[in-house]
């Protein structure tokens, strides 16, 4: 078990708005963790941070002991909520820009998920469905081997049948060396692959413990107590 | 087909009783191979980590054994297997009983009613 990602007491704020207050958080390798929090919270601008696309107003971060720079961004593999993919692309053409740009990229495990979901390499990005499209992007970030891997909204625009081939493609690309972040409203739909969960509320985290913790503790779903905790 | 699990109790936990189930239920023979742990997660739609914990408990207890190298393996101890069904079914019974209890029937008219059921069902099922 390894420190993949350490944030101490990182800050974020947008002239004089606040987005993250003073956070200290590490995350450790064999971890599938959920980023859970209403909108707003702070869950999209730590995982821009993570990813370098914005910076600190205070504090610090890291991952895998790297300063977040060029080093610390070839270990982290990163689904964004909207694509930044050229639709006019092929598969097959996105997946050799993915080979050029990330030196971790397995371009089999790539074909071989696409196969299984029967996704033509040769077809364009803009003839598929929504949901196809995501499931196309997922496969690229998953065939990287990363140490961390940052998903936000994986499963938000897919149907059910497709929802569980993505939490199924996640846990068989699971790696011990790596840990897995996913940010996501759909609680119940992914709950039962977390082992981990953290509850961010205005900007601070408010909960940073095991699924089974909850249960066991509160007697009731990770689900049902967001709905509690964060009650409108 | 993720395994059907409840939201309000911890996982590991339901995992367990599954795999008895498994067991006791004959899916598993005495002696046969587990799957993986990585297998078994993402059959079960579970975290891997969740399911190593629930598969060490009952190694713990004894159904399962493990072997260096070469995986887990479920227990070749019939006594055991048929002492957790036994106990599965006691629990069954009891939470059957408790359920009638609360319908207002006692003891004998419970027996009686069941008689009853097993009558009509006859050539049916069991």
Same mark, same amino acid.
């Given at each position: ?43 999209? +601008?730590?995982? %821009?941070?993570?990813?370098? /696309? ?6 610090? &971060?890291? !991952?895998?002991?790297? #300063? @977040? ?62 949901? +196809?499209?995501? %499931?196309?992007?997922?496969? /690229? ?6 140490? &961390?891997? !940052?998903?936000?909204? #994986? @499963? ?77 | ?126």
């Amino acid at each position: 078990m390894s420190i993949i990602l350490e944030c101490k007491n990182l800050s974020k704020t947008y002239g004089s708005h606040t987005a993250l207050n003073h956070i200290n958080l590490s995350l450790e390798s064999g971890h599938i963790i959920g980023l859970l929090g209403p909108n707003g919270s702070g869950k999209t +601008t730590l995982i %821009k941070l993570i990813n370098g /696309l914005l910076t600190p107003s205070e504090g610090t &971060l890291s !991952v895998n002991q790297a #300063p @977040i720079g060029p080093k610390s961004k070839s270990w982290v593999s990163y689904l964004p909520d909207h694509s930044y993919l050229e639709s006019n692309l092929r598969v097959n053409e996105i997946i050799r820009y993915f080979k050029d740009f990330c030196l971790d990229f397995e371009e089999e495990r790539a074909y071989d998920m696409l196969k299984k979901l029967q996704i033509n390499p040769n077809d364009k990005l803009k003839s598929m469905s929504k949901g +196809t499209k995501e %499931k196309v992007q997922l496969i /690229l970030i998953m065939s990287r081997r990363a140490k &961390l891997y !940052v998903l936000d909204e #994986p @499963i938000a625009g897919v149907d059910p049948a497709a929802r569980d081939y993505i939490l199924e493609t996640i846990l068989s690309n699971y790696d011990e060396d790596a840990a897995i972040l996913i940010s996501t409203h759909l609680i119940s739909d992914i709950e039962n692959i977390l082992d981990q969960v953290i509850f961010i509320k205005d900007g601070q985290i408010a909960l940073n413990t095991s699924v089974d913790n909850i249960r066991e503790k509160e007697g009731k779903s990770v689900d049902a107590l967001f709905r509690e905790v964060f009650k409108c | 087909m993720p395994w059907n699990l409840t939201s309000d109790r911890p996982i590991f936990l339901q995992i367990i009783e599954i795999m008895q189930l498994s067991i006791v239920s004959g899916k598993y023979a005495p002696g046969d191979k587990l799957p993986s742990v990585r297998e078994l997660a993402t059959e079960a739609a579970v975290n891997p980590n969740t399911m190593q914990k629930a598969l060490q408990e009952l190694e713990r207890s004894g159904l399962v054994y493990s072997k260096r190298t070469s995986g887990r393996f479920i227990t070749e101890d019939l006594n055991m297997i048929e002492e957790i069904k036994s106990t599965l079914a006691r629990e069954k019974i009891e939470t059957f009983l408790q359920s009638m209890k609360s319908l207002g029937f006692d003891r004998e008219e419970t027996i009686s009613l069941m008689k009853q059921t097993f009558e009509n069902m006859k050539g049916e099922t069991p």
